[in-house]
């Protein structure tokens, strides 16, 4: 059997929350042993565990071990330094100068062991002026910008869906590693890799900046058109929900000219060209919801799609949840979790055609992990388990 990409990697994973634990599970799911280090009450994220535990805990941390460690007390501290020096990667995602004051950062744990890879992601970085603010997905989305360009101009900035910038700095955090794990192969010495949430997010604004830079001042916030020049792009309403099309193309045009049953405008030279019939956008969508409006959401998104025009049906949580497709393709998995019941776990988006995958499995209890990684890495007795469970170390 091929075996899997990060097969014989072993994680250390402090992470919390969304951004790091992401870069982890992406690790796991690409093979690598990863053991999540959680204090003795478990990672905060997890609530109070059981029916309770949020979906988000259960989706980000799937394929992991568990083990429990008090890094506030030394023998705690020295048994995070006996797992660094096993390890090949650490991930850490606490305020900057953290693991540093508990004396378990990465000027002492480079010293344990010089080919360790300490991937450490943050809000704003280890440096600069900004870099102690505290940083949640909601205030990276206005100091990036993001927020300054979703909504409406006659609105307040609004927060995008989800947590684009928590996600995105995961998704940093994981190909730093990955980088620094080849050039391992090449020069035999480890590396910090830092990643700073805000600074993740800065390439999501291409589109914005562009139309700035052509502009010359900054575009209205609009969060019905392309800070581009497309035209048609926008959200149509339909008799039972909504679609989104975009054109980027004449052809595309044309079609949906075809579909609405306005052939009429096909050559007419007002709306030849996007930029032309950008100037009257608002005559284009109102064409177009005329035709929508009259059709399930279903409906409309089937002509639009045999047509060849870039559409999308706008899906609520259950229809991306049970999506046929992403079932089909293994990215979503029905489970039947001893305590919350059934519920739907993602895959990983990564795919390999030379490599097995991995199969999702549910994130262990609190701890349930001790005995075997203290054993296999760090080769401690069973005496000396229980002993520091004693000591309320693990």
Same mark, same amino acid.
């Not at 050039?183 to 139309?211: Q, R, W």
């Not at 709306?271 to 109102?286: G, H, I, N, Q, W």
């Not at 998104?301 to 999506?323: C, D, F, G, S």
């Given at each position: 059997m091929p075996g899997k990409p990060l097969e014989g990697i072993r994680v250390v994973d402090l992470t919390q929350i969304y951004q790091g634990p992401y870069a982890a599970f992406l690790m796991a799911m690409a093979g690598a042993e990863v053991v999540k280090v959680e204090p003795l009450t478990g990672e905060r994220m997890r609530? /109070?565990?059981?029916?309770?535990t949020p979906m988000a805990f259960a989706m980000l941390n799937s394929n992991k071990k568990s083990i429990t460690l008090?890094? %506030?007390?030394?023998?705690?501290k020295e048994l995070l330094k006996a797992l660094a020096k096993e390890a090949d990667v650490l991930l850490e995602n606490f305020a900057p100068g953290t693991m540093d004051r508990l004396g378990i950062g990465w000027d002492i744990l480079k010293e344990i062991n010089p080919q360790l890879?300490?991937?450490? #992601?943050? #809000?704003?970085?280890?440096?600069?002026?900004?870099f102690d603010l505290l940083a949640m997905d909601h205030t990276i989305q206005a100091a990036s910008g993001i927020? @300054?360009?979703? #909504?409406? /101009?006659?609105? *307040?900035?609004?927060?995008?869906?989800?947590?684009?910038?928590?996600?995105?700095?995961? =998704? &940093?955090?994981?190909?730093?590693?990955?980088?620094?794990?080849?050039g391992l192969n090449t020069t035999g010495k480890g590396t910090l890799v830092e990643i700073s949430m805000m600074e993740s997010m800065y390439f999501t604004l291409c589109s914005d900046f562009t139309a700035y830079h052509t502009l010359g001042e900054l575009p209205p916030r609009n969060s019905a058109r392309s800070p581009a020049a497309a035209c048609p792009y926008g959200r149509y309403r339909c008799t039972d929900g909504?679609?989104?099309? +975009?054109?980027? /193309?004449?052809?595309?045009?044309?079609? =949906?000219?075809?579909?609405? #049953?306005?052939?009429?405008?096909?050559?007419? *030279?007002?709306?030849?060209?996007?930029?032309?019939?950008? %100037?009257?956008? @608002?005559?284009?969508?109102?064409?177009?919801?005329?035709? @929508? @409006?009259?059709?399930?959401?279903?409906?409309?998104y089937e002509q639009m799609r045999r047509n060849r025009i870039p559409v999308a049906p706008v899906r609520n949580l259950e229809e991306v949840r049970t999506n046929?497709?992403?079932? /089909?393709?293994?990215?979503?998995?029905?489970?039947? &979790? *001893?305590?919350?019941?059934? +519920?739907?776990? *993602?895959?990983?988006p990564m795919r390999f055609s030379d490599y097995d995958s991995s199969e999702v499995q549910f994130y262990p209890e609190v701890g349930v992990n001790n005995d075997d990684v203290y054993t296999n890495w760090l080769a401690l007795s069973a005496e000396e388990i229980e002993s520091l469970r004693q000591d309320h170390v693990i």
């Amino acid at each position: 059997m091929p075996g899997k990409p990060l097969e014989g990697i072993r994680v250390v994973d402090l992470t919390q929350i969304y951004q790091g634990p992401y870069a982890a599970f992406l690790m796991a799911m690409a093979g690598a042993e990863v053991v999540k280090v959680e204090p003795l009450t478990g990672e905060r994220m997890r609530g /109070a565990g059981g029916a309770r535990t949020p979906m988000a805990f259960a989706m980000l941390n799937s394929n992991k071990k568990s083990i429990t460690l008090d890094l %506030k007390l030394e023998k705690g501290k020295e048994l995070l330094k006996a797992l660094a020096k096993e390890a090949d990667v650490l991930l850490e995602n606490f305020a900057p100068g953290t693991m540093d004051r508990l004396g378990i950062g990465w000027d002492i744990l480079k010293e344990i062991n010089p080919q360790l890879i300490y991937g450490c #992601g943050t #809000g704003f970085g280890l440096s600069g002026p900004d870099f102690d603010l505290l940083a949640m997905d909601h205030t990276i989305q206005a100091a990036s910008g993001i927020m @300054s360009v979703t #909504g409406d /101009a006659d609105q *307040p900035p609004g927060r995008a869906g989800g947590a684009p910038c928590d996600i995105m700095g995961g =998704i &940093h955090m994981y190909s730093g590693v990955l980088a620094a794990l080849v050039g391992l192969n090449t020069t035999g010495k480890g590396t910090l890799v830092e990643i700073s949430m805000m600074e993740s997010m800065y390439f999501t604004l291409c589109s914005d900046f562009t139309a700035y830079h052509t502009l010359g001042e900054l575009p209205p916030r609009n969060s019905a058109r392309s800070p581009a020049a497309a035209c048609p792009y926008g959200r149509y309403r339909c008799t039972d929900g909504w679609i989104a099309i +975009i054109s980027v /193309a004449e052809t595309h045009w044309q079609s =949906i000219l075809e579909v609405i #049953g306005r052939t009429d405008l096909i050559g007419d *030279p007002e709306f030849s060209r996007s930029t032309l019939r950008r %100037k009257r956008e @608002s005559e284009v969508d109102a064409m177009i919801e005329n035709w @929508s @409006s009259k059709l399930s959401r279903d409906e409309a998104y089937e002509q639009m799609r045999r047509n060849r025009i870039p559409v999308a049906p706008v899906r609520n949580l259950e229809e991306v949840r049970t999506n046929p497709h992403l079932h /089909a393709r293994g990215m979503l998995t029905y489970m039947d &979790h *001893p305590d919350m019941g059934e +519920i739907v776990l *993602p895959n990983s988006p990564m795919r390999f055609s030379d490599y097995d995958s991995s199969e999702v499995q549910f994130y262990p209890e609190v701890g349930v992990n001790n005995d075997d990684v203290y054993t296999n890495w760090l080769a401690l007795s069973a005496e000396e388990i229980e002993s520091l469970r004693q000591d309320h170390v693990i």
